[in-house]
């Protein structure tokens, strides 16, 4: 007899909303998790709600009150005394945001029926899971189905390991007590662009070294030239094609060695966030003999419905395939419970965000112009920059575009690409769009309020046809 209908090992953005679920279609489940803080507390949430997603945006938030206020109020006619940076302050509401978010899960599961076990997760053979709790007692807990949902961890580069000091990882440049004078990054990838925006905008001089030629290769080509402008005009020195191949740490601060085109180069600084990507984290996950497979870099393989290998043995969220993102996550780990309940569910991975959190905002849904072009399909596309919107000029944020990319044998919209204000939210509508397989005269004829933002994305798509008002069209 099993104990539990549902076991879900990891209680992240993948996790906890597949425990849920599960709770929520009345299935006995138990998720464990064995996240735990530098102070040695436990937390259900993972990467995203502890040291990820959410206190990344609170230090974005903080941070641009903070540049704004300096930079972009006395156009308003706003006059502002000095302005003084309280970064004890502003750690000590991250660290609060960080811990009602977490804390809020607890009320989550008791209300969804879930039981949450704190402490580790082993998959064996034969659907049991070897439970290790917080005082390190084993137990051994069998279910009918297991979900897997460790997540990931942090990439270290072999020349510069993380010392937790000078060389450190997202989490522990999320936590800096003090502005760095000199900070340096390695990777213009999501984590490097909106974690050097947070220190550049508090005061540090911010180096972005990059190893690709190309910036943001995955965006659309025409948000990449335009967020590089942003990013250069905000202090980020961003080198691209720049190969980081050591490093010589002292007292004063650590010389990063690395080449580019011109050669062999070095750039010093005092502290260095390492952002060249995440790998899956499956640590004493799997026992012997479970038929769990794994590929080579250490994805566990899954098919579109997140089954492994085993019987009754799913994964979901970063440790499989696909985009490394919390809402991707969670919509699988949802799915993966509706289909362990008999219910029909998936996942539409045509039509997942992204969204880089960064002022101007960069987001975008589907596929780029540069890939819609390489498919050989015939296509269109259509832009609106929000300079040319009322709304946004009465904000003072005229910086960037919408722009739709769209089929022209059969109108269906293709990808939507946004850089500017309040993109993260703009770009919902595009995503609720393409889940409807709505066509751009949809989206045309659909009425969007005025002024706001939203009309941007709007004449967009009227700009697609060469039917856009309020711009000439070209
Ligand atoms: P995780 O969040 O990593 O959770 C896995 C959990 O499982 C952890 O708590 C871990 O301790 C636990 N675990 C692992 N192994 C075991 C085991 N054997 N037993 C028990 N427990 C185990 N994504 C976005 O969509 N938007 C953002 O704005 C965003 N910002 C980010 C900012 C930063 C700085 C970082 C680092 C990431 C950000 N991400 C963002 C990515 C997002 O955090 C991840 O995609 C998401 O957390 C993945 O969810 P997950 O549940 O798969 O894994
Ligand atoms: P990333 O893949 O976004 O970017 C890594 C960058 O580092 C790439 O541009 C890559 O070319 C570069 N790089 C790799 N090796 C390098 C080297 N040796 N030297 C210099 N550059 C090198 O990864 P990330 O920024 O670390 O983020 C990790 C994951 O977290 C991503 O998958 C991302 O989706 C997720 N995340 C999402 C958000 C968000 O949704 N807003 C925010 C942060 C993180």
């Known amino acids: 007899m099993s104990q539990y209908d549902v076991i879900v090992i990891g209680g992240g953005p993948a996790g906890y909303p597949c425990a849920i679920r599960a709770g929520q279609n009345k299935l006995k489940v138990a998720c464990i998790d064995e996240w735990q803080n530098k102070d040695g507390s436990y937390a259900f949430g993972g990467t995203c709600l502890n040291a990820g997603c959410i206190p990344s945006k609170a230090m974005l938030e903080s941070s641009e009150l903070f540049h704004r206020v300096q930079h972009e109020f006395a156009v308003h006619g706003v006059k502002v005394g000095s ?28 209300g969804a029926g879930v039981t949450g076990l704190q402490g580790h997760g082993k998959l064996l053979s034969g659907n049991r899971v070897e439970y290790t709790n917080k005082d390190g007692k084993k137990e051994e807990l069998t279910a009918k189905h297991i979900v897997l949902a460790a997540g990931s961890a942090p990439i270290e580069l072999r020349s510069l390991p993380f ?81 980081v191949t050591g490093a010589d740490k002292g007292a004063s601060g650590v010389k990063l060695k690395y080449t580019d085109a011109k050669g062999e180069q070095s750039v010093e600084v005092d502290k260095v966030v390492v952002a060249i990507g995440r790998r899956p984290y499956s640590k004493d996950l799997l026992g012997e003999g479970t038929g769990v497979q794994v590929d080579e870099r250490g994805f566990v393989t899954v098919d579109h419905e997140c089954r492994t290998a085993a ?26 419970a509706d289909l362990i309940a008999g219910k029909i569910a998936e996942v ?62 059969d109108d269906e919209i293709l990808g939507v690409h946004i850089i500017g204000p309040m993109a993260g939210e703009l770009i919902a509508e595009a995503v609720l769009a393409m889940e409807y397989s709505a066509s751009t005269e949809d989206l045309q004829r659909t009425m969007h309020a005025h002024p706001t933002l939203s009309e941007a994305l709007h004449e967009a798509a009227l700009n697609a046809d060469k039917i856009a008002i309020d711009f000439p069209n070209k």
């Open 83 to 110: 302005v003084e940076l309280d970064l004890a302050t502003m750690q000590k509401r991250r660290a609060q945001i960080v811990k009602q978010s977490t804390l809020g899960i607890a009320g989550l599961f008791k």
């Open 163 to 243: 010392d937790g000091k000078q060389i450190v990882d997202s989490w522990g440049a999320l936590e800096f007590d003090a502005v760095p004078k000199r900070l340096g990054v390695i990777g213009a990838g999501i984590i490097g662009l909106e974690l050097g925006s947070v220190w550049r905008r508090l005061g540090a001089e911010v180096v972005v070294l990059e190893a690709l030629e190309a910036f943001l290769p995955a965006a659309d080509g025409a948000v990449s030239k335009e967020a590089l402008k942003h990013f250069k005009k905000l202090g980020l020195d961003v080198r691209l094609g720049a190969k």
């Open 311 to 336: 019987a009754n043995v799913w994964a979901v969220g970063d440790l499989v395939r696909g985009p490394m993102l919390a809402h991707k996550g969670k919509e699988e780990g949802v799915m993966v």
């Open 348 to 409: 539409n991975y045509k039509a997942i965000p992204s969204v880089i959190y960064t002022a101007p905002e960069i987001a975008w849904v589907g596929l780029t112009e540069e890939e819609v072009k390489k498919s050989g399909r015939p296509y269109k596309t259509g832009s609106f920059p929000f300079l040319a919107s009322g709304r946004a000029r009465a904000m003072e944020a005229t910086a960037g575009f919408c722009k739709v990319v769209s089929a022209s044998d």
